[in-house]
Nanobody
Framework: QVQLVESGGGLVQAGGSLRLSCAAS????????MGWFRQPPGNQRELVAS???????NYADSVKGRFTISRDNANKMIYLQMNNLKPEDTAVYYC????????WGQGTQVTVSS
């Protein structure tokens, strides 16, 4: 059974940084494209960054230049380095394939204070 476990969230002041991690287990094949999503309070879940197995990256305009997605294929880990955080980045962050193929994990809360 595929399991996604996100970690690394927390409370940070505006302008600060956080590094999120996603551990994918129970996958008997190589991970393909993966992404980080976020769901602000009262809003829909949105894709903010994605990365192919070959490390091609895409970002939502709202995070471009501030967030960096990376991966460790051998260990099936996905990371999101978030710099210059803003209050509008406050959300629960999740990882999944861009097509949302896997069951969602519990997510990790990121709260940015002004």
């Amino acid at each position: 059974q595929v399991q996604l476990v996100e970690s690394g969230g927390g409370l940070v002041q505006a302008g600060g940084s956080l590094r999120l991690s996603c551990a994918a287990s129970g996958i008997p094949f190589n991970l393909g494209a993966m992404g980080w999503f976020r769901q602000p309070p009262g809003n829909q879940r949105e894709l903010v960054a994605s990365i192919t197995r070959g490390n091609a990256q895409n970002y939502a305009d709202s995070v471009k230049g501030r967030f960096t997605i990376s991966r460790d294929n051998a260990n099936k880990m996905i990371y999101l380095q978030m710099n210059n955080l803003k209050p509008e980045d406050t959300a629960v962050y999740y990882c999944n394939t861009p097509a949302r193929n896997f069951v969602w994990g519990q997510g990790t809360q990121v709260t940015v204070s002004s």
